[in-house]
């Protein structure tokens, strides 16, 4: 049972590149989420997935997208990279139950934006 | 809208208490806390509901405050496992599975 795994552990991309985050988990969750994790800023919704097939946008959406692919997967794909996007992306998923489900977080990746 | 979390850190000796706040200007329908060691992702701690029904792992208290639109964490006899920054979120909708969480109180127990 590996959890929520999610690739690659480091990346650093320079400006106008493009990048896709993938993450996986293996506990039949429903609910999964992308959150980012800036220096004193706690962690920030990108976005939220119900099921497959559905996505909903969190608190700071723009300049990424995501696709849930089926159950498992759930990536996050940045277009075109810029500085501001230097961040720690974290994945979660959950057993949703109506708000009341523990979140299982993977163990992030560390993006740098030159 | 962010919870607030007081203090944004605290430093203690091992075996004593301390106490995390997590306030919000909105209704609260349930707070989650999660603890996060450095350069780890966050853990779950625990759910607190309205009604006073909890749910977690930990041998953690905690206060739920709907009125006050408040929640506050309860660190007794700290181990220096307890070290790490503490998460509180908050769910932006009644029944909603997306959460908002507060910028973190980070906690170092020293020996």
């Known amino acids: 049972n590996a959890g929520v795994t999610q690739t690659p552990k480091f990346q650093v991309l320079k400006t106008g590149q493009s990048m896709t985050l993938q993450c996986a988990q293996d506990m039949n969750h429903n609910s999964m989420y992308w959150y980012r994790q800036d220096p004193g800023m706690g962690l920030r919704l990108i976005y939220y997935?119900?099921?497959?097939?559905?996505?909903d946008k969190g608190e700071v959406p723009n300049g990424y997208n995501v696709s849930r692919l089926n159950k498992r997967e759930f990536s996050l794909r940045l277009e075109s990279a810029a500085p501001s996007q230097t961040s720690v992306y974290f994945c979660?998923?959950?057993?949703?139950?109506?708000?009341?489900?523990?979140?299982?977080f993977g163990p992030g990746t560390r993006l740098t934006v030159l | 809208q962010q919870p607030v979390q007081s203090p944004q850190a605290v430093i203690l000796r091992e075996g004593e208490d301390a106490v995390i706040n997590c306030s919000s200007s909105?209704?609260?329908?349930?707070v989650h806390w999660y603890r996060q060691k450095h350069g780890e992702a966050p853990v779950f701690l625990m759910i607190l509901l309205k009604g006073g029904e909890q749910k977690g792992h930990e041998k953690i208290s905690a206060s739920f405050n709907e009125k006050k639109q408040q929640s506050s964490l309860y660190l007794t006899a700290s181990q220096l496992s307890y070290s790490g920054t503490y998460f509180c979120?908050?769910?932006?909708?009644?029944?909603?599975?997306?959460?908002?969480f507060g910028t973190g109180t980070r906690l170092t127990i020293i020996p």
């Open positions: 979660a998923s959950s057993d949703g139950a109506g708000g009341v489900g523990e979140q299982f």
């Open positions: 909105k209704a609260l329908y349930s």
């Open positions: 979120g908050t769910p932006t909708n009644f029944g909603n599975e997306k959460l908002t």
């Open positions: 997935s119900a099921s497959e097939g559905t996505t």
